[in-house]
């Protein structure tokens, strides 16, 4: 069992940056690989980045190639995103995901723990 919980969310205008932070509980947070999502209102939960067990692995959606980064601190049990670039399509509730095995995955369905979600709203 693990428990994620996810700051950092906030206002910011297009051009900005946030970081977002997903902090676990429990040992087991370096065997799980971990997952960034998101949900707009009226739209579905859609894969961000995702980040293997030791973090040597990474994904991320063509959306936000190249503004967002994912990185993890297993010593902390934490899992950052770095937002870089922000715009307006990038407003949603940000959800952080963990996943047993270690191998990440571009998928919801994969992942077995959900933190509550931290909104972020970009304005123009």
């Known amino acids: 069992q693990v428990q994620l919980v996810e700051s950092g969310g906030g206002l910011v205008q297009a051009g900005g940056s946030l970081r977002l932070s997903c902090a676990a509980s429990?040992?087991?947070?370096?065997?799980?690989?971990m997952g960034w999502f998101r949900q707009a209102p009226g739209k579905e939960r859609e894969f961000v980045a995702t980040?293997?067990?030791?973090?040597?692995?990474?994904n991320y959606a063509d959306s936000v190639k190249g503004r967002f980064t994912i990185s993890r601190d297993n010593a902390k049990n934490t899992v950052y995103l770095q937002m870089n670039d922000l715009k307006p399509e990038d407003t949603a509730v940000y959800y952080c995901?963990?996943?047993?095995?270690?191998?990440?995955?571009?998928?919801?369905?994969?992942?077995?723990?959900w933190g509550q979600g931290t909104q972020v709203t970009v304005s123009l």
């Open positions: 995901a963990a996943r047993t095995g270690g191998l990440s995955s571009t998928f919801a369905t994969g992942y077995a723990y």
């Open positions: 980040i293997s067990w030791d973090g040597g692995t990474t």
């Open positions: 429990g040992r087991a947070f370096r065997s799980f690989a």
